[in-house]
């Protein structure tokens, strides 16, 4: 956790560290809707106001059947919704992370694999649909109309004149308050009058102002909103609440699920009545002035929002004129870079981290949001990309709190994964079934749910892979208690791939060598290859991550050194000479798809660091690597160029990384690959059809990070990939390395002017600048700043 | 009225529109002088309709029409079968509310569609001479003393028929004409019996023969008769679906203009559906009004949807747009814009569809029912300022900027205000702007939003409005600022770059007299040296020449192009203008229309604002 990180002198960090600890506390195995405690008020009175560096901006609303792509997000880690800010009729489709359909799954198909549907596997599903109409306000009756989403608030304000009053409304998403409220403020003398509506999307009975039902798995949910203005009337009829005449309006809703991070109570709270609970919160809220609530929320919110601060250059003035939209769709006309739209790119991406990952589950295929209940693939828990990238960004951009759900998540469904895995995963009729016979430890499918489920395929490999996710977090923070905590989690993945190594001989050798049985490079290629890069190099990683992990921990000794044993004979891959690129099957030959989206063979680039471009990797595997990554090319889905971008960027291609950044701003039209207006990243499932998919919305983010800052434990390096576009003038602050330290950095004409380097726990690094590099012990808390860099 | 018991089925209209968008780039009309103003300027040509001597359609009619009810599945409306509205007893009522809601702000005509001498069964009937009859089911007391209600009511009455002599009334050639000595059906058609119009339904005239005038003549006679004030003349080729020397019925709108002053009663002539531009001289000779493209009707569960075929007209009006004026009018067809759920359109596609109804200067006869108004539908329908548009002295609007989802339409004032709709022709929710230099001019000025009748304040080089999916806004725009200074460059200039097969032609109606054509499959035009002094966004404005709707894919330095849709100009022989944004730098730039993979429209030249 963050406890050995030093508060900058502001009260809002101050606040901020609280609130974090808070967080880690309350999380020890309580639901995630859950009674909360009176939030900390902030006593500062001055007025809000945001800057126009974090802000994005639109000059129209959403369609009600367009919400994904126009939709605006909040979140407060928990609950969320995306609001279509319509003035005649605002929406809110409301999300709980835990809202998901489905069970255990641990019925295994013909072929040995998971069941993947909605009843079985389940989804994550909607938990509600909130209307405020205002039948006087219709969009054609209303002038200059603008929507904003004040990244460094966490707010969405929306204003328009109607018949010379001019309105406004912000919509946000409160952890503190744990509700979303909607504000409605007019000066000029207007009034609001109409209706709120809260609905379920599953068919429930809506009783006055909550309502409350169980899925058949047994998941009890519920959701309730409450009304208050001046100046008018607010009354319940029906199912409806009706306001009159009201010179401000305020709406607060709140819902949730008695879902429990707990495989030994079947992830249920059976004694949480989530209607009843919604009921009290929303009571409680509305105790509270609407401004009373935002200024709590934007206190919460801005304390996370500010540990990274980011400046890419200066946008031109023409640039500064358009709306978020026609920047987007400019910037890739144009093809002049956007400094400040990059920028705000990337805060985004934290905002909607900030959003989607407090205190509840992490970030699924979606994050937090959805338009309806059928998401494509469920919006599951991928685990051969998509869940690890979206927490490449949390660390390295200052959300170190964010992680933590990640770490719950696989913490709680621990226990489920091995018992499926020692009951199911040798079953005769799984392709991917250990020869050995044996089988211990952990192992998941592709897809995972949120009930200790998998679905899908079997995927040996991702228990490897999300154990370094779980290790990174370690070597970004230094924090004892995460490394106590993922200990468990580690030691298990190499006991499932003891069990399942198997040994075979080189060609041509002798030589005996460790590899991984029948097994899938994701998603292309051969699915009975042995010895697969992917896995060799994840569990590679594994094996020296664990030990590490041992020694420092001071545990286990005898195994750590069977792992080491073990470690020693994986066989690593080498370079093809039939094709010159890394291979990705242990065979000279290109067996998959060459521009495929999967930078599988690459995972010892990015985000493994075994392939590094210096002394330390021999030459032809770098070249093997980046001929790969050459041929994988510069055109793909959005996480798949933000991997691209990444590897890129370890390879100190700047350019190259920044081009593919470029390509994931491109504005998605009719469904093709690019940002949405509302910049959720589209992913094209087929020609003329694009989903949502939120994880290049974290990845590209994570590349712009990369491409400032390298880091291991022990060596930074300043600026290895800075692009031209953004070379003029810079800084950033609070980028997290690894080997625990903060950075904050300034740039000019390509060059580092000053490093800050504070420890969080990390003693000694090299810090490098081109040829260039020196030496840095600093204790824990401790901080240095660094002058004169030359190359 | 176009579906009958023999007109084609649904799906063939789209093929029968594709053949009607061939015939138009075929189409080669004569070069008509072309304005190069920004906008159509308030001097309208000088429609040449006979009729436009007299009073008729000196201004766009206004009333209602009985056959979108008619035609329409919507529970409850045709309980008698198919087409079964048109009665007395509901034409009537309709008449009544027409009397009671709407005359007060101009609508005036209650016009009855096809079926009046049908029966429930779709069974014609004939009088002795081989006039279509009232059918006593629907009309038990004869036509006359419907008209006599509508005028009682301080209205006019419209009656309908289709072109041609109808197959039942032919009588094997025997049936006399009223009033023409010996002339018999026989005389009237040809001999081969060739049928015409578009279903088919009619022997064709042959007016080689006197007899086949005085068939036309008998039946004007009787509508003078009776009193009705206006005829739809329907099925007129070549256009509804049909083309060829079979088809052609210019001879027939002829006889009828020539047969309805012979009556000594002014009827209002208006010829239907999709005529072929091409012909525009014959029905702007001949009739007050020409439909210029299908029906507006889904015949589905709902009066019209957007898609079937609403929205069609933002891309089939503009080509027709200079031809109207006093004496005739581009004829859009229903507009059901006032009953709500029935009418099948979200309330942004109900304003859109009236606003172009109105700016186009269309007539505006509703197919709504009547009785059953809802109060928006009401405020459509009765806002004075928009009808002071469609009935007053401004040219019809056409699009300044392309044809693109958002695009903007506009006419000038004769008080030197314009005339300024923002439409979202997309599925979603979008921001439109209207640029002052599309207009013309720069600097401030005035907006006033005509639907919802306030000034919004003044406005600094444009105005943006947030439009709902299908939405539309109506402004009168009053500039505060000075006339926009451009600098031209034609597209002929031998420092441009032609590609692909590019080749500059001669162009009487262009700037220069020249413009570059074959701009087809990688076909590309490019200004090489367009100076500006700042860097920023353009407006552009392009003279072009295109018969039909094309997209060209416009670049500036070689940068993304974005492809934009110009709208038809009508035919090959005139130049039109749109106005496209286009970000440029300052000092030189290229500026480039590429045809891509398709074809585009031949260019005439570019004036770029000195500001952007």
């Not at chain 1, 008018?232 to 409806?240: C, E, F, M, T, Y």
């Not at chain 1, 000279?588 to 210096?614: A, K, M, V």
Request: glycine share 10%.
């Amino acid at each position: 956790m963050d406890k050995s990180r030093p508060a900058a002198p502001s009260r809002r960090r101050l606040l901020s560290l609280a609130a974090a600890t808070g967080v880690a506390t309350a999380l020890g195995g309580l639901p995630a809707f859950t009674a909360t405690a009176a939030p900390q008020r902030p006593t500062d009175s001055t007025p809000l106001k945001g800057s126009s560096r974090n802000r994005l901006w639109w000059q129209a609303p959403a369609d009600e059947h367009s919400m994904i792509e126009q939709g605006l997000p909040v979140g407060n880690g928990r609950l969320g919704a995306l609001a279509s800010n319509d003035p005649g009729r605002e929406l809110l489709l409301i999300t709980d992370a835990t809202m998901w359909t489905g069970g255990l799954n641990d019925t295994l198909d013909s072929d040995g694999q998971f069941p993947y549907g909605r009843d079985d596997f389940g989804s994550f599903t909607l938990l509600a649909r909130l209307t405020v109409d205002i039948p006087d306000h219709d969009l054609s009756a209303v002038s200059g109309y603008r929507r904003t989403l004040d990244l460094a608030q966490g707010v969405i304000g929306t204003s328009y004149v109607r018949s010379g009053v001019t309105y406004e409304r912000q919509v946000f998403a409160s952890r503190p308050d744990d509700a979303i409220v909607l504000h409605f403020t007019q000066s000029g003398g207007g009034r609001y009058t109409g209706t709120v509506t809260l609905d379920g999307t599953h068919e429930e009975t809506v009783q006055g102002t909550s309502f409350g039902a169980a899925f058949p798995n047994g998941l009890r949910y519920g959701a309730a909103v409450k009304a208050y203005g001046t100046g008018g009337s607010v009354r319940v009829k029906g199912a409806l609440i009706e306001f009159s005449g009201c010179k401000d309006l305020t709406v607060v809703v709140s819902g949730g699920t008695n879902y429990a991070p707990d495989a030994a109570s079947h992830y249920r709270d059976p004694s949480l009545d989530p209607e009843k609970l919604a009921r009290t919160k929303v009571a409680a809220a509305a105790a509270h002035p609407a401004d009373t609530l935002l200024r709590t929320h934007v206190a919460d919110h801005k304390a996370l929002f500010e540990q990274l601060d980011l400046s890419l250059g200066t946008s031109s003035a023409e640039q500064r004129s358009l709306d978020t939209w026609e920047r987007i769709r400019a910037r890739a006309r144009d093809d002049v870079p956007d400094p400040e739209l990059e920028a705000a790119y990337l805060q985004f991406g934290r905002y909607l981290m900030i959003s989607g990952s407090r205190g509840s589950l992490p970030l699924n295929l979606q994050g937090l949001w959805l338009d309806g209940n059928d998401p494509d693939w469920m919006g599951d828990y991928h685990t051969d990309i998509n869940i690890q990238m979206n927490y490449w960004m949390a660390d390295r951009a200052g959300l170190s709190q964010s992680f933590d759900a990640l770490t719950d998540y696989c913490l709680a469904q621990f226990p489920s994964w091995r018992k499926l895995t020692h009951d199911l995963f040798n079953d005769p009729r799984n392709r991917y079934r250990n020869s050995t016979g044996k089988v211990a430890g952990w192992a998941v499918a592709f897809s995972t749910n949120i009930h200790g489920g998998s679905g899908w395929w079997w995927h040996p490999a991702g228990n490897a892979w999300l154990c370094a996710s779980l290790w990174e977090h370690y070597e970004f923070t230094r924090s004892r208690s995460h490394l106590t905590r993922i200990y468990p989690l580690l030691k298990s993945a190499c006991e499932f791939w003891e069990a399942r190594l198997i040994t075979t001989t080189l060609p041509g050798t002798s030589k005996e060598v460790l590899v991984d049985d029948s097994d899938w490079s994701p998603e292309h290629g051969p699915q009975d290859a042995k010895g697969i890069t992917y896995a060799q190099e994840l569990v590679w990683a594994l094996f020296d991550n664990y030990r590490t992990a041992a020694r420092e921990l001071k545990k286990d000794s005898a195994y750590a050194k069977t792992i080491g044993g073990l470690q020693d004979r994986l066989y690593l891959p080498k370079v093809s000479e039939r094709t010159g690129w890394l291979e990705e099957w242990m065979s000279p030959d290109n067996l998959g798809e060459t521009t495929h989206r999967h930078l599988s063979p690459l995972i010892g680039l990015f985000p493994g660091d075994r392939i590094r471009p210096d002394e330390s990797t021999p030459p032809e595997i770098v070249k093997g690597a980046t001929a790969l990554l050459t041929a994988r090319g510069m055109e793909s889905f959005g996480w798949a160029n933000a991997w691209r971008s990444l590897c890129w960027a370890r390879l100190k291609n700047a350019e190259n990384a920044y081009q593919l950044i470029v390509n994931n701003l491109r504005p998605s039209t009719d469904g093709g690959n690019g940002s949405a207006p509302n910049l959720f990243d589209i992913y094209e499932v087929e020609k003329g059809r694009g989903i949502f998919q939120i994880d290049a919305n974290f990845g590209t983010p994570a590349a712009m990070i990369e491409m400032l800052l390298y880091s291991r434990p022990g060596h930074l390096e300043l600026l290895p990939a800075l692009p031209d576009a953004w070379a003029k003038s810079g800084s950033v602050t609070g980028v997290g390395a690894r080997g625990g330290f903060v950075v904050d950095l300034r740039w000019r004409d390509g060059r580092p002017t000053e490093a800050y380097i504070r420890s969080v726990g990390g003693r000694t690094t090299t810090v490098a600048y081109g040829r260039s590099s020196r030496t840095v012990t600093l204790k824990p808390g401790a901080s240095v700043t660094l002058r004169d860099f030359t190359r | 009225m176009r579906s009958s018991s023999y007109a084609p089925t649904a799906p063939a209209r789209r093929s029968l529109r594709a053949l009607l968008v061939l015939a138009l780039t075929a189409a080669t009309a004569a070069a008509l002088p072309s304005a190069q103003a920004a906008t159509p300027t308030p001097t309208t040509a000088a429609a040449t309709s006979a009729a436009s001597t007299s009073a008729l359609a000196a201004k766009p009619y206004m009333g209602w029409s009985s056959w979108s009810m008619q035609s329409s599945k919507y529970p409850g409306l045709n309980p008698d079968g198919d087409y079964s509205y048109l009665t007395e007893k509901n034409v009537l009522k309709q008449a009544d509310a027409l009397a009671a809601k709407l005359k007060p702000f101009g609508y005036e005509y209650v016009n009855l569609d096809a079926g009046w001498w049908m029966d429930q069964a779709w069974k014609p009937g004939f009088d002795a001479y081989g006039r279509q009859k009232a059918d006593p089911g629907r009309f038990p007391r004869g036509m006359k003393p419907v008209a006599d209600h509508i005028h009682g009511k301080g209205l006019k009455a419209g009656i309908y028929l289709p072109v041609g002599l109808q197959k039942e009334a032919y009588g094997e050639g025997k049936v006399p004409i009223w009033n023409a000595g010996d002339c018999t059906t026989a005389d009237v058609v040809y001999g081969d019996l060739r049928t015409t119009n578009g279903w088919d339904s009619a022997y064709k005239l042959d007016f080689s023969d006197p007899c086949a005038q005085k068939y036309v003549d008998s039946q004007a006679r009787l509508f003078a008769d009776w009193g009705y004030d206006f005829l739809k003349l329907d099925g007129v080729g070549p256009g509804s679906g049909k083309n060829g020397d079979q088809y052609d019925n210019v001879a027939d709108v002829a006889a009828w203009n020539k047969a309805i002053a012979a009556t000594g009663r002014p009827i209002h002539l208006e010829v239907s559906w999709s005529l072929d531009i091409g012909r525009i001289a014959d029905w702007k000779k001949y009739s007050n009004g020409w439909r210029i493209d299908t029906d507006v009707e889904c015949y589905c569960n709902t009066l019209v949807s957007w898609e079937n075929s609403v929205d069609d007209r933002w891309d089939d009006l503009p080509g027709w747009t200079r031809h109207a004026g006093p004496g005739g009018w581009n004829d859009l067809d229903s507009l059901d814009v006032g009953n709500g759920d029935m009418d099948g359109l979200t309330k942004a596609e109900r304003q859109s569809y009236a606003t172009l109804w109105a700016i186009a200067k269309s007539p505006l006869y509703t197919g709504d029912d009547l009785t059953k108004l809802d109060s928006y539908g009401v405020s459509l329908l009765t806002n004075r300022e928009v009808i002071a548009l469609n009935q007053g002295s401004m040219p019809p609007a056409r699009p300044i900027t392309p044809s693109d989802p958002q695009q903007v339409w506009a006419a000038k004032n004769a008080d030197g205000s314009y005339t300024v709709a923002l439409f979202n022709l997309a599925d979603r929710p979008a921001a439109v702007s209207a640029d002052w230099a599309a207009l013309g001019f720069t600097g401030k000025a005035a907006v006033r939003d005509l639907w919802n009748r306030e000034n919004l304040g003044t406005y600094k080089d444009k105005v943006t409005q947030a439009l709902p999916a299908h939405g539309s806004r109506l402004f009168t725009v009053t500039p505060r600022g000075t006339a926009l200074t451009t600098t031209g460059y034609e597209a002929e200039a031998a420092a441009n770059t032609l590609g692909g097969n590019a080749s500059v032609a001669d162009c009487p109606a262009c700037s220069g007299g020249k413009k570059v054509g074959n701009l087809y499959v990688g076909g590309s035009l490019r200004f090489n040296d367009v100076v500006v002094a700042k860097a920023g966004t353009y407006q552009v404005k392009v003279a072009y020449v295109s018969g039909d709707p094309r997209s060209v894919e416009v670049s500036a330095n070689g940068n993304g192009p974005t492809s934009h849709k110009f709208p038809s100009t009508g035919d090959w022989g005139t130049a039109e203008t749109v106005s496209v944004p286009v970000s440029l730098k300052a000092g030189a730039n290229t500026i480039t229309f590429d045809s891509g993979s398709g074809y585009a429209p031949d260019i005439d030249r570019i004036d770029v604002p000195k500001s952007s």
